[in-house]
Structure formats: C-alpha cells, structure tokens
C-alpha cells in the first residue's frame, strides 16, 4: 500500500546549525507535499508546501526540495533557532478514486534545537 | 487557525460507551477530516468527507462513525467497539483537491 518514510526520527543540533529532515513515498502519482510543524501538545501548523511541477521552494529560512524520479523530498532549515524545537511531519497526496486531497502522514522527526 | 474548533479539549470514556467529539468550521472548506495520533505513529486517517452528506472510511475507520449532514460539522463518534480509543484526535479541513488542511487544537481521549 500507500506509505511514507520519514527520517530521522529525533534529529538533535546546535543552535545556527542547519537541520535537514528527509521523507520517501510510495506512490508516483503523488503531487502535493505539505510539512507540518506541531509543537507539544498543540496543533499540526503548515509551514510549507510544494507541488509536483516544483523543484524547490523556499520561504526564508525554511526551503523544501523534491525530487520525483527518486520518489523523495526534504525539508531544509537553516539557522536553526531554539524556537524550531517541535515535531515534524511530512505527507504525501493520494490520488485514487475520491480520495483527492487526502495525505498519508510519515511518522514525525522530532527536532531539539540546543542554545 | 481559529477557523475550527474542537470540543472538548479532555473526554474521559468509561468502558462500553459512546462518546461524540464535535468539529466545527466556519472557513467555508468542503473536505473535513477525522486523524488519531498516537506517540510515534503520525497521523492516521479515521474518516473523511469531501461534501455534505457524503463521508468515506479512512485507513483506520473500525469502531468509529462519523456523519456530515451539515457543511460546516463533523463529527466523530467513537464507539465502544474501539477497544483502544486513548488518543489524540484531530479534525482538519481543507478545500476539495490538493489544497492545504488546517487542523483543531485537537481532543484528547481517555479510558477511564
């Protein structure tokens, strides 16, 4: 079936530091990518998206890339400040049938920004 | 995003009951969507609805059911067929086709 791999799943670095998080999925007719950042406790926020006629895309510190051939995208943040610290997810459209506009969620990469 | 809220933000089950979390938006979306999060597992698809009346089984949809009778609603209903209902439940909504969905602040759900 369907999937996506998303990883690390913790990812620890110095505050300045760059942190790259990395997500494979399954199905070659997938053409959305949105990443969410959700801090402890609260809701899942967009912080960007890109689509599949896009190579990269970027919004000041925070650019994605996604190469379709090779099935996979990354998130990039340059930077990083202690405020960063939180889960992220990646996700991936499905396109069959009625199920337009539904993701398939990896399972997170936690992110600790030290000062 | 104060477009949706969910209600309540703590929901305590006792064994062999039904309780029912509310969704409400007001962002004039068409699809909303029904997640459980569990610790390290994502989000996972319960239910999901593209347009009023109209709601389909996600990948995780056993012991719960939804309806959609109005646009701005959906709620959940998580049965006592779910026999490991503790969780963090999330609705989001989004427009129809590969649009951004934005998420409640979420329900949390517990056994007592």
């Given amino acids: 079936g369907e999937n996506v791999e998303q990883h690390p799943s913790t990812l620890s670095v110095q505050e300045g530091d760059s942190a790259v998080i990395k997500c494979t999925y399954s199905d070659s007719a997938s053409n959305y990518f949105p990443w969410y950042k959700q801090e402890l406790g609260k809701r899942p926020q967009l912080i960007i998206d890109i689509r599949s006629n896009v190579g990269e895309k970027k919004d000041q510190r925070i650019a994605v890339t996604l190469n379709k051939t090779a099935k996979h995208f990354s998130l990039h943040i340059t930077e990083t400040q202690p405020e960063d610290s939180a889960v992220y997810f990646c996700a991936a459209s499905r396109n069959y049938g009625g199920s337009q506009g539904n993701l398939i969620f990896g399972k997170g990469t936690k992110l600790s920004v030290k000062p | ?112």
């Fill in chain 2, 1 to 112: 995003d104060g477009g949706i809220t969910q209600s309540p933000k703590y929901l305590f089950r006792k064994e062999g009951q039904n309780v029912t979390l509310s969704c409400e938006q007001n962002l004039n979306h068409d699809a909303m969507y029904w997640y459980r999060q569990d610790p390290g597992q994502g989000l996972r698809l319960i239910y999901y609805s593209q347009i009023v009346n109209d709601f389909q089984k996600g990948d995780i949809a056993e012991g719960y059911s939804v309806s959609r009778e109005k646009k701005e609603s959906f709620p959940l209903t998580v049965t006592s067929a779910q026999k490991n209902p503790t969780a963090f439940y999330l609705c989001a909504s989004g427009r129809q086709g590969y649009q951004p969905q934005h998420f409640g602040d979420g329900t949390r759900l517990s056994i007592l």
